[in-house]
Each structure stands twice: as structure tokens, then as C-alpha cells.
């Protein structure tokens, strides 16, 4: 009864986790004009709060506990009740931490960034909006309300893509990120109406319940799952629904950090988290999930090699250590994916909001081939920089190196050849990653003299987001210490509750011996220390530097065009998508839509130019039509009575 009273005072909190950002929303929309640049001190306050609550939900909620309760009835008929609730769980906890802490530190970082944007007041209102359908979805008790939040971000994400959207290549970017999600959506979608004609709901408790009558490996859970998988795809942009992520990074720099860290890209990951006990049923999905995460981990770095956008680099590395996480989802270790998602989410937004301050002190330039020597005017973001680097590096004792080497250790005790690829995706993370940071901000400045008068070090609202993003990427991975530091796992243990079914299907965990453990941390930090050695030794001792695009020859073209993905994508669906179009143009619009518009158009015009002649004005004309008129009529009377009521 206790736990009942306190677990029924953590409501009104929990909902007002999602209604303070909507209420800035809301004050934003009406109110902008009026704000001006109070609107980004207010949409950062409401973040905030929101922030302050899960806080206060995150130590008050009892260990074990959750909270599941619903808002309001929405739809009914029959048997099928699908209400609008909210789930407050340990899984759940961790994502809104994210979701809020990093949000609310890019939201501070963006009022320097964007102070001179006439579209101030929008950027802020927009974003409001996008954390507020990020916390629905982690905070939704049903898949029904987790996809009204995975369309919001969609919608918002096309909005911030597009924000500059007086330049078409903006608007470009958006609709590709729209239409590319949309395509992933649709198997979401799908999975939703399987769920409930066979499970009779779609809330996460009826579905995991009715789920496990059903024999493990059944077509029926396979479908399900990859069809729920192919949404998570287009999320958190996997093989072969990746490409429109580094296209976004046409939006503002903290956008790009908002969609990276803490929302959009690690919606896939956390719904297959959510269902984690409906694809543990589901064998043959997570060998899938598991074949596509090395794949595109392994794919996206070879293509960050020989990027020069200091955010394309950023935006393909992001794609790789995504696919690092759905590897670990694929070998059932859930809360080793999760672990990482964490860790991700302080130094990639450390990282993209420090290249924000890159771009923001070279007056809006971001090829790192006309950077350098940047270390003299930017320090704060040159050492801010380093440790985001150093952590998706996975060097010790940064976050990166614990949750990085989580994963390869787990498919190492599962299979040493997914270990071999994943090991070597790393050292390639660790060598491009180092590039990029070698070239920014050492050796001699390579801008224009006009750039070089400009660099300055960022406002206090950008570096302390900074200063605050870079101490967590120090620290987070203390939360998940390996057991051969000889200390528990918190960061799993506190998610265990969620995950305890799947690891009843699955079986536990395999777990190596400390010495193997210490072998595998020991060959993944030398594997990074030589790879940036490669690096310091191609950029900094011999000074070298990337060639022009012209002069690009061989495999290192094609890496450089990102193997031709889009070109070929282009050539296989947009292309004969524009044929059909015209087709369907000329075929439907054309000879038949306007055919029968311009026949009616062309009866009502010769059937009112005929009946205007009789409008004369001419009185004997009207006085002999009324004569015969009457003629008419009295014959009806006489002749045919029928014919004359008719008339009459």
C-alpha cells in the first residue's frame, strides 16, 4: 500500500516531463515576436525543468519499481481498448536522462550559436517541440503512443533539416530525411496492425504476454520483429536506410548534435530494447539485426576515411557506432547496447556542438582541409575537442573505452570473426577521428587571412555546454566498470528488471574470464594508440594533407563518393519515380483529369453563351415569347392535362 501512495505522488511529474517542453512550444508560437531572444532562454528553462523532474522521478521511484498508468481512454471498440498511457521504468529513466540533460545543454549552447539568425524564435519553438515527441515516444506504455512520437521527431527532424530552407540543397536534405523515414515507418506501421490482430492490444504488457504463447522462432515473431526492425533502420539509419543522416547535417550544428545524441537516431535502438523480449522469441531477427550492425559500423567508417565536411565526418561516425550498438542488440545484449547509447550521446554531442564552435570561429567554413592550427585561438573547444576524441576513440579511462569494449568483448565470447570486424571498424573510428582532429586544430592555419581576423573562442553559452558534455565523457563509463576491475556493473544492474525475460529466453550472458578480459582491453587500446600513431605520423610529422577532390584516383574515389550509394539509389528508385510521374502526368492529369474539367468547363460555357442570346432586351421579343408561351400551356390544358401539370 505504501509503494502504491508513493508510486501514485511520481504522476503529475511524470506528465509534466513532456508537457513543459510543449508548453514552450506553445508560449514560443504565440509569443516569438514579442520574446525575441528571450525565447531561447525560455525554451532552455523548460528543457529544464523537464530535466529537474525526471531527477526527482529517477531518485524517488523504488528500486525495481515502476510506472505505468494511463493519461486518458482514447480508442475503444469491442474487446480492444488502446488507451493513451505512460511508462516510468528503468529503461525508460535512462533515455529521458539523456533526452533532457543533453537536450537542455544543446538548447543553452544554441542561444550563442544561433543569436544572429533571424529565425531565432522558430529554431527554439521547433526544437521545444522535437524533445517533446522524443519523450513520448520513451515515455509511451504502447507502441501506439511510442509511434506518435517516432512521426513527431520525423516531422521535427524535416523541420530542423530544412530550417535554412531559402536554399534548395536544405530543403533537399529535409525531404530526403523525411521520405527515407517514412519508408522505415511503414514497416513500424505494419508490425503495429500484426500486433494487435494477433495479440489483441498494443501496449507493451499484453504484447510481450501474448507473445510468449507463441513457440520461439515462429514466422509469426519474425515477421513481426523485422518488421519493427526495418523502423528502427530508418531511425537510426542502418544499411540500407543510412544516407540521410549525413545529409542532415545540412540543419543548424546543434540540431545536428540533438538528432546524433539524444534523440531520432537512438529511437531504433531503444524500441528493440523495449521489445527486447519479443525479438529474443525472434532468433533469426537478431541474427539480422546483428548482420546489418556490422555492416554498416564496419561500412560507414571505411567512408569516413576520406571525408573533409568536419560534420560529415562526424555524421558517418555516428552511423558507425550505431551500428556498433544494433551488433550488440544482435548478440542479445541489450543493456550493452543501451550502455553505449549513453556514453555515445555525451561525446557526440561534445563532439558536434565542439564542431560547431569550429565552424562558428571560421566564419561558417567546414573543410577541415582549410582549417589548422586552430589550437591557438579556440582552447576551450581544442581540449573540450581532444577528450570527445579520445572517448570515441576508445581510449582509457574515457567513457567510449568501456562501453566500446563491452561490446567487442561480449562478440568475442559469441564470435571471434564478428570480434575481428568490430575490432578493426574501431581502429578505423580511432585513425579518421584522429585525422579530423589533427587537421582542425594542428600544424598552421590553412584559411583565409580574413578567417584568420575572425577566430575567436566561442560565448560563455557555448563552452560551458561544452565544459559540462566533455566532464561526462570523462566520467559516464565509470557507471559500467567490466568485472575484471573487481566492481558491479551499475549501469546493468539498475536495467536488469527490464531485461530479466529476455535473459530467461535467451539464457545468461556469456561471460569471459578477468585475464581474457584484460587481454581484449589491452589489444582494443593498442589497436586505437596505433591507429592514431598512423595518424600523427600522415598529418602531423609529415604534414600531409588530403587531396584536392580532382585529384582523388582509384578505391580512395570511391570511399571519397561514399561508394556511389546515392548515385545508385538515384538511378534504381528517383529516377523511374520521375518517369512514372511524368507518365502518370501526362496519361491521368493530362488527357483524362483535365479532359473531363475542361468538357464541363466547355458545356457550361456554350450552354450559357446559347442561353444569353434569348437575354435581348428587346420588349416585343419578351411579349411574343410570353404569347407563345401561353399558346403552349393552353394547349397542354386542352390536348394533354398531363403534359400541362407537368409544365405548370
Known amino acids: 500500500m505504501d509503494n502504491f501512495i508513493e508510486l501514485t505522488k511520481l504522476m503529475t511529474p511524470a506528465i509534466l516531463i513532456p508537457l513543459f517542453p510543449l508548453l514552450g512550444f506553445l508560449l514560443i508560437t504565440l509569443f516569438g515576436k514579442t520574446l525575441k531572444k528571450g525565447s531561447g532562454?525560455?525554451?532552455?528553462?523548460?528543457?529544464?525543468?523537464?530535466?529537474?523532474?525526471?531527477?526527482?522521478?529517477?531518485?524517488?521511484l523504488p528500486e525495481g519499481q515502476s510506472l505505468n498508468f494511463t493519461v486518458f481512454e482514447w480508442i475503444k471498440w469491442g474487446d480492444i481498448n488502446l488507451a493513451f498511457g505512460l511508462l516510468i521504468d528503468p529503461l525508460?529513466?535512462?533515455?529521458l536522462l539523456v533526452v533532457t540533460g543533453v537536450g537542455f545543454l544543446i538548447h543553452l549552447y544554441s542561444i550563442g550559436y544561433m543569436h544572429s539568425d533571424e529565425g531565432f524564435s522558430r529554431f527554439f519553438l521547433q526544437m521545444n517541440l522535437f524533445i517533446f515527441f522524443m519523450l513520448l515516444l520513451v515515455m509511451g506504455n504502447s507502441y501506439l503512443v511510442m509511434f506518435i512520437g517516432w512521426e513527431g521527431v520525423g516531422l521535427c527532424s524535416y523541420l530542423l533539416i530544412g530550417f535554412w530552407f531559402k536554399k534548395d540543397a536544405f530543403n533537399d536534405a529535409a525531404k530526403k530525411a523525411f521520405i527515407m523515414n517514412r519508408i522505415g515507418d511503414l514497416g513500424f506501421l505494419i508490425g503495429m496492425f500484426f500486433m494487435l490482430f494477433y495479440f489483441g492490444g498494443l501496449d507493451f504488457?499484453?504484447?510481450?504476454?501474448?507473445?510468449?504463447?507463441?513457440?520461439?522462432g515462429s514466422a509469426l515473431l519474425v515477421t513481426i520483429t523485422l518488421l519493427l526492425f526495418i523502423g528502427a533502420m530508418g531511425k537510426s539509419a542502418q544499411i540500407p536506410l543510412y544516407t540521410w543522416l549525413p545529409d542532415a547535417m545540412a540543419g543548424p550544428t546543434p540540431v545536428s548534435a540533438l538528432i546524433h545524441a539524444a534523440t531520432m537516431v537512438t529511437a531504433g535502438i531503444y524500441m528493440i530494447c523495449r521489445s527486447n523480449i519479443l525479438f529474443a522469441l525472434a532468433p533469426f531477427t537478431l541474427d539480422f539485426v546483428l548482420i546489418i550492425g556490422v555492416a554498416t559500423s564496419l561500412f560507414a567508417a571505411i567512408i569516413g576515411?576520406?571525408?573533409?565536411?568536419i560534420k560529415k565526418v562526424l555524421a558517418y561516425s555516428t552511423v558507425s557506432q550505431l551500428g556498433l550498438m544494433f551488433a550488440a542488440l544482435g548478440l542479445g545484449v541489450f543493456s550493452s547496447g543501451m550502455f553505449h547509447v549513453v556514453t555515445h550521446a555525451f561525446f557526440k554531442a561534445l563532439l558536434f556542438l565542439g564542431a560547431g564552435s569550429v565552424i562558428h570561429a571560421m566564419s561558417g567554413a567546414q573543410d577541415i582541409r582549410n582549417m589548422g592550427g586552430l589550437s591557438k585561438y579556440i582552447k576551450i573547444t581544442y581540449i573540450t575537442f581532444l577528450?570527445?576524441?579520445?572517448?570515441?576513440s576508445g581510449i582509457f579511462p574515457f567513457a567510449g573505452f568501456f562501453s566500446k569494449d563491452e561490446i567487442l568483448a561480449q562478440?568475442?565470447?559469441n564470435h571471434k570473426l564478428i570480434w575481428g570486424i568490430l575490432s578493426f571498424s574501431s581502429m578505423l573510428t580511432a585513425f579518421y577521428m584522429f585525422r579530423l582532429y589533427f587537421l582542425t586544430f594542428n600544424t598552421q592555419f590553412r584559411g583565409t587571412d580574413e578567417q584568420k581576423h575572425h577566430l575567436h573562442e566561442s560565448p560563455a553559452t557555448m563552452t560551458i555546454p561544452l565544459i559540462l558534455l566533455a566532464a561526462l565523457s570523462v566520467v559516464?563509463?565509470?557507471m559500467g566498470l567490466p568485472a575484471a576491475f573487481g566492481s558491479a556493473h551499475v549501469f546493468s544492474r539498475y536495467l536488469s528488471p527490464v531485461f530479466e525475460g529476455s535473459v530467461s529466453i535467451m539464457g545468461a550472458e556469456h561471460h569471459l574470464n578477468h585475464a581474457t578480459e584484460w587481454v581484449l582491453m589491452g589489444i582494443a587500446t593498442l589497436a586505437a594508440i596505433v591507429s592514431i600513431i598512423v595518424a600523427y605520423n600522415i598529418y602531423i610529422s609529415k604534414k600531409g594533407l588530403p587531396e584536392p577532390d580532382a585529384e582523388v584516383k582509384g578505391f580512395a574515389k570511391w570511399v571519397g563518393n561514399k561508394f556511389y550509394v546515392d548515385e545508385l539509389f538515384d538511378m534504381i528508385f528517383v529516377r523511374p519515380l520521375m518517369v512514372m510521374s511524368d507518365i502518370f502526368f501526362v496519361l491521368v492529369d493530362k488527357l483524362i483529369i483535365d479532359l473531363f474539367v475542361n468538357a464541363a468547363a466547355w458545356v457550361v460555357g456554350f450552354t450559357g453563351r446559347t442561353i444569353r442570346l434569348v437575354q435581348t432586351g428587346n420588349t416585343g421579343f419578351y411579349i411574343f415569347a410570353m404569347v407563345i408561351s401561353i399558346m403552349v400551356l393552353l394547349y397542354c390544358q386542352l390536348v394533354d392535362p398531363y403534359l400541362y401539370v407537368y409544365f405548370k
Open 92 to 95: 525508460s529513466l535512462v533515455m
Open 205 to 216: 504488457t499484453s504484447v510481450m504476454i501474448a507473445a510468449q504463447t507463441h513457440e520461439k
Open 387 to 392: 577528450i570527445g576524441t579520445l572517448a570515441i
Open 411 to 413: 562478440s568475442f565470447a
Open 41 to 60: 532562454w525560455l525554451a532552455s528553462a523548460m528543457i529544464l525543468a523537464s530535466f529537474i523532474c525526471t531527477v526527482y522521478i529517477f531518485v524517488n
Open 476 to 478: 559516464g563509463g565509470f
Open 305 to 309: 576515411l576520406k571525408q573533409n565536411d
